[in-house]
C-alpha cells in the first residue's frame, strides 16, 4: 500500500523554526510534485508550498523567505523547514503528492495523495 506519512510538527514560540516530514511509503516507482497544505480551524485549506521532481518550486506569499521546501527523490520523503514562525501559522500541515506511481501486488497509478496531517502550533 502506498501512503503519506508527516511528522515533525508540535508546539513552538513566535520566532522560532520547526521542520516537517513526509515520507512516502510502499513500493513507489516515481512521485511528480509534492507539496505542503495547511488548513487552519474554520478556514478553507491553503497552498504552503510545492516542489516538482526536478526540483522547481512554488510558495504562497505567506511562506516566501520564512519558509524552505526540498525533497530526497532516493528517500520519497519531501521537507518543509519553517523559520520565524508567527501565531498565524498555527493549522493542520498536509503534504501531498499529485501523482504515485507505485506497485502493491499491481500496479499503481495514484493521483492527488494526501497525508493525514501534522499539527503545527505557533504560541504568541
Known amino acids: 500500500q502506498v501512503q503519506l506519512v508527516e511528522s515533525g510538527g508540535g508546539l513552538v514560540q513566535t520566532g522560532g523554526s520547526l521542520r516537517l516530514s513526509c515520507a512516502a511509503s510502499?513500493?513507489?516507482?516515481?512521485?511528480?510534485?509534492m507539496g505542503w497544505y495547511r488548513q487552519a480551524p474554520g478556514k478553507q485549506r491553503e497552498l504552503v508550498a510545492t516542489?516538482?521532481?526536478?526540483?522547481?518550486?512554488n510558495y504562497a506569499d505567506s511562506a516566501k523567505g520564512r519558509f524552505t521546501i526540498s525533497r530526497d527523490n532516493a528517500k520519497n520523503t519531501v521537507y518543509l523547514q519553517m523559520n520565524s514562525l508567527k501565531p498565524e501559522d498555527t493549522a493542520v500541515y498536509y503534504c501531498?503528492?499529485?501523482?504515485?506511481?507505485?506497485?502493491?501486488?499491481?500496479?499503481?497509478?495514484?493521483?492527488?495523495?494526501w497525508g493525514r496531517g501534522t499539527q503545527v502550533t505557533v504560541s504568541s
Open positions: 501531498n503528492a499529485d501523482k504515485i506511481l507505485g506497485y502493491s501486488d499491481y500496479v499503481l497509478d495514484l493521483t492527488d495523495v
Open positions: 510502499g513500493t513507489i516507482f516515481s512521485i511528480n510534485t
Open positions: 516542489i516538482t521532481s526536478g526540483g522547481s518550486t
